[in-house]
Every structure is written in structure tokens, then in C-alpha cells.
T-cell receptor, first 114, second 116 residues
Framework: DSGVTQTPKHLITATGQRVTLRCSPRSGDLSVYWYQQSLDQGLQFLIQYYNGEERAKGNILERFSAQQFPDLHSELNLSSLELGDSALYFC?????????????FGQGTRLTVV | AQKITQTQPGMFVQEKEAVTLDCTYDTSDPSYGLFWYKQPSSGEMIFLIYQGSYDQQNATEGRYSLNFQKARKSANLVISASQLGDSAMYFCAMREGDTGRRALTFGSGTRLQVQP
């Protein structure tokens, strides 16, 4: 158990809908990262939050947004869903200490858009 | 340009044998960290081993070792005495910069199958 909790584990929804994925980082970790893993794109970095503030953006679509709350949990909002958004969405957290800082991953949320 | 390249989409190894999974990277930053993660069929990402760009010795963690060749920009993962439970996807990743603030960039992964 990595200590990072993601809910829900599975989500099936229709095209055009909006969903929210939730992540609770490890206790004490201020940094939260969101990744998308799809068959054709591999593991793509989406966005990073640090202590409530957006720190870095990767390949995140405009239809997607995220936030990190004062209690450090984070949510990833996906809207106007398309079939191609079907993927495994990971949240990871880390302590920003030094270069040797592995990211601990949650179990992922498997999103299926039908 | 790809920052992390894993050229082996799939590998087979016999149980109890050693296997090397290749990883090359591209960065102009003198400070960086290299990570290997394992993803079993259940989907979770499990951290295996880390190598820093300034580390003089190759990293080792149990049956895992990292063959770090800085001049060649390669960071190959060596798994000794393979076990059936080692069958999984393996990802090489890099963080650039001298702090832990940046996100990891991942390679495309190598699927390892251990045969009895």
C-alpha cells in the first residue's frame, strides 16, 4: 500500500459527460501529480500541484482541470468526455525534499467512456 | 525528442535467470534522477530503484540493480534470479533539476514475461 488513495477505482460513463476523480496523497506529501495512462500514449504527465497551487502543466487538455484543496487532497475534473479519454488515471504524491524523491502512486482510476 | 527511450516493447526470460531492461535518456541538465517502476497486471505502479546523476556507484535494491552509464546516457535495470512474480510492465522515468519538485517523465515501458 503506497498510502495514496484514489477513488473511484472504476468509472464508466457516456460521451459528453463530466466526471471527477479524487486523490488523497500520503500523509505529509505536499506535491500531487496526475498522470494519464492510455494504450497509445503511455504514461503522460497531466498536471502538478504543490501545497494548493498549480506548479506545472503537462499534456493536459483544456477540457480537463484539477485543483488541490487545503487538506491537500486533489481532484481531477474531466468534462465533455470523448471515447479517447478512456484510460487509467493515476495520482502520485511526493515529499519535495531533494532529487531522490520517488513518487508514490495510487491504484489508479480506470475510466471507460462509452 | 523523447526524453526517455525504452526500445524493448517485450522481453522473455527463464525463471532464475538474469534479465536486463534497457533505458536511455536525454537531458542537458547536469542534475537529474532516474527511476524504475514496476506495473503488474493489477495496475498499480511500484517504485523499484533510484539512481542520481551524481551518484558514483550503481544503485542496488535486493535483486534489482541499475547499470548506470552516464556517458552513454543509459540506465538499464538488471533483475537477477527472475521469479514468476516479476512478470509485469517496467517503466524507466527521469526527473530533471536538483530538487524533487518536477514531475517524472516516463518511457513507453517494457513488458517482461518470466517463463517457468
Amino acid at each position: 500500500d503506497s498510502g495514496v488513495t484514489q477513488t473511484p477505482k472504476h468509472l464508466i460513463t457516456a460521451t459528453g459527460q463530466r466526471v471527477t476523480l479524487r486523490c488523497s496523497p500520503r500523509s505529509g506529501d505536499l506535491s500531487v501529480y496526475w498522470y494519464q495512462q492510455s494504450l497509445d500514449q503511455g504514461l503522460q504527465f497531466l498536471i502538478q500541484y504543490y501545497n494548493g497551487e498549480e506548479r506545472a502543466k503537462g499534456n493536459i487538455l483544456e477540457r480537463f482541470s484539477a485543483q488541490q484543496f487545503p487538506d491537500l487532497h486533489s481532484e481531477l475534473n474531466l468534462s465533455s468526455l470523448e471515447l479517447g479519454d478512456s484510460a487509467l488515471y493515476f495520482c502520485a504524491s511526493s515529499v519535495v525534499r531533494d532529487l531522490h524523491t520517488e513518487a508514490f502512486f495510487g491504484q489508479g482510476t480506470r475510466l471507460t467512456v462509452v | 525528442a523523447q526524453k526517455i527511450t525504452q526500445t524493448q516493447p517485450g522481453m522473455f526470460v527463464q525463471e532464475k535467470e538474469a534479465v536486463t531492461l534497457d533505458c536511455t535518456y536525454d537531458t542537458s541538465d547536469p542534475s537529474y534522477g532516474l527511476f524504475w517502476y514496476k506495473q503488474p497486471s493489477s495496475g498499480e505502479m511500484i517504485f523499484l530503484i533510484y539512481q542520481g546523476s551524481y551518484d558514483q556507484q550503481n544503485a542496488t535494491e535486493g535483486r534489482y540493480s541499475l547499470n548506470f552509464q552516464k556517458a552513454r546516457k543509459s540506465a538499464n535495470l538488471v533483475i537477477s534470479a527472475s521469479q514468476l512474480g516479476d512478470s509485469a510492465m517496467y517503466f524507466c522515468a527521469m526527473r530533471e533539476g536538483d530538487t524533487g519538485r518536477r514531475a517524472l517523465t516516463f518511457g513507453s515501458g517494457t513488458r517482461l514475461q518470466v517463463q517457468p
